[in-house]
Nanobody, 123 residues
């Protein structure tokens, strides 16, 4: 499966953005999908993940209540709605997918990755 992320940009604190991740080559319906982010000088960190078929979700504590992961089966596209953005949310955001069903916060467990999309939140 190929993943193509988009939707990044610049926004002020308190603003919102929606990231998209379009998949091709295989349906995501049987996959577990996730979003990760990486800031300069830091390791890639988990943001959110979802088991598409069951709807089970998991979020990092830092984004819980502000970010929502969702998907559109017909479009085979994953989304990350980001509200109440903070300057510390500034990072390159990556979408990822894996075939095994368990939710995972570990980037090493994901087998397919999209290119990053940059989100910049200014104060």
């Amino acid at each position: 499966v190929q993943l193509q992320a988009s939707g990044g940009g610049s926004v002020q604190e308190g603003g919102s953005l929606r990231l998209s991740c379009a998949a091709s080559g295989r349906t995501l319906l049987s996959s577990t999908v996730g979003w990760f982010r990486q800031s300069p000088g830091k390791e890639r960190e988990f943001v959110a993940c979802m088991r598409w078929r069951t709807g089970l979700r998991n979020y990092a504590d830092s984004v819980k209540g502000r970010f929502t992961i969702s998907g559109d089966v017909a479009k085979n596209t994953l989304y990350l709605q980001m509200n109440s953005l903070k300057s510390e949310d500034t990072a390159v955001y990556y979408c990822a997918a894996k075939s095994r069903p368990e939710l995972s916060v570990l980037s090493s467990s994901y087998t397919h990755w999209g290119q990053g999309t940059l989100v910049t939140v200014s104060s």
